[in-house]
Every structure is written in structure tokens, then in C-alpha cells.
């Protein structure tokens, strides 16, 4: 694998859930008192902002340009659309659920629970993501349609 968009990917999808896991293992969330607000060292201030910055040097605008060069030229501009759409529909219904995520599952389930997520997103990104580092949106096209990767998002039928 060179080293390009997907390693990135790769490496930062990584980040986020060993940090979502150590999130979920921490003794201050495990006993509920996490408290940002009070000055001082506090190892969960630290893990939320490894990964809030994980996320936005990574995964956040990197998917963005990877969607831009895995789609045919007379889709793209639509699906990236529909795209948008359900990003800010997960966005949404995750802040919906956060809080009876919280009150239900307590602060280590659902850190636990994101954890195991963001691991399904890292499996999926390595086993589906092509490389695209010096590749043509031409030869892109050809390996994913090789690959059955436009059947797998269109139609939702597996390998």
C-alpha cells in the first residue's frame, strides 16, 4: 500500500477508536465524574481532545476529497449531495441519542459503543478503500467498477 489518502485513513480511523475505547476505560468516566469545566490535568480532557482532533485533521475533510474522487464524473455532484444529506442525518440522530445513550448505557457503555463503531468504519475503510495517491479519476473508476465497489453502494447487495 503506498502511503497516501488511505494510510492516512487508515492510521487516524485507528486513533479515533483506540481513543473512543480509552474513553471507555477511563476511571473518571467509569465513575461519572468527568468535569471539563475545573482548571487542572484530567486525563478525559485530553482523550475527548485527541479525538475531536483526530477527526478534524482527518477523517473529517480527507472523506470529503476521497468522495470526490471515488464517484463517476455523471454521479458526483448527486451523491456527494446525498452524501451531505446523511452525514448531517447521522450528525443529527447522534446527538438525538447522545443523551440516552448517556442516562441508559452510562459514560463507558456508550464511549464503548463508539469505540465499536468507529472499529466497523476502520474495517470497512480497509477492506473497500482503494489507494487513490497517483491514480487518474479514469484508472480510479476502472478498479472500482473492477473491484464491484459501485454495486456494493448502489444496489446493497454484498460481495
Same mark, same amino acid.
Given at each position: 500500500?503506498?502511503?497516501?489518502k488511505?494510510?492516512?485513513?487508515v ?7 483506540m481513543?473512543f475505547?480509552l474513553?471507555g476505560?477511563d476511571p ?5 465524574i468527568i468535569?471539563?469545566?475545573e482548571?487542572g490535568?484530567?486525563? !478525559?480532557?485530553? +482523550? #475527548?481532545g485527541?479525538?475531536?482532533t483526530?477527526?478534524a485533521?482527518s =477523517?473529517g475533510p $480527507?472523506?470529503w ?6 464517484f ?7 451523491t456527494?449531495s446525498?452524501?451531505g444529506f ?6 443529527f440522530?447522534v446527538?438525538l441519542? !447522545?443523551p440516552? +445513550? #448517556? ?7 456508550t464511549f464503548l =459503543?463508539?469505540? $465499536?463503531?468507529?472499529?466497523t468504519g476502520?474495517?470497512?475503510i480497509v477492506?473497500?478503500?482503494p489507494e ?5 479519476l479514469?484508472?480510479?473508476e ?6 464491484k465497489l459501485h ?5 446493497n447487495q454484498?460481495?
Amino acid at each position: 500500500m503506498q502511503k497516501g489518502k488511505k494510510s492516512s485513513v487508515v492510521l487516524i480511523a485507528l486513533v479515533v477508536a483506540m481513543g473512543f475505547f480509552l474513553m471507555g476505560f477511563d476511571p473518571s468516566v467509569i465513575s461519572g465524574i468527568i468535569k471539563f469545566i475545573e482548571p487542572g490535568f484530567n486525563l !478525559s480532557k485530553i +482523550e #475527548l481532545g485527541w479525538e475531536v482532533t483526530s477527526f478534524a485533521v482527518s =477523517l473529517g475533510p $480527507v472523506m470529503w476529497v476521497l468522495f470526490s474522487e471515488l464517484f463517476p464524473n455523471k454521479i458526483r455532484g448527486m451523491t456527494i449531495s446525498f452524501i451531505g444529506f446523511v452525514n448531517s442525518a447521522v450528525s443529527f440522530w447522534v446527538q438525538l441519542v !447522545s443523551p440516552w +445513550e #448517556l442516562a441508559k448505557l452510562g459514560s463507558t457503555g456508550t464511549f464503548l =459503543l463508539y469505540g $465499536v463503531f468507529a472499529l466497523t468504519g476502520l474495517i470497512v475503510i480497509v477492506k473497500l478503500l482503494p489507494e487513490t495517491k497517483g491514480k487518474s479519476l479514469e484508472e480510479l473508476e476502472a478498479i472500482l467498477v473492477k473491484q464491484k465497489l459501485h454495486k456494493i453502494i448502489f444496489t446493497n447487495q454484498l460481495l
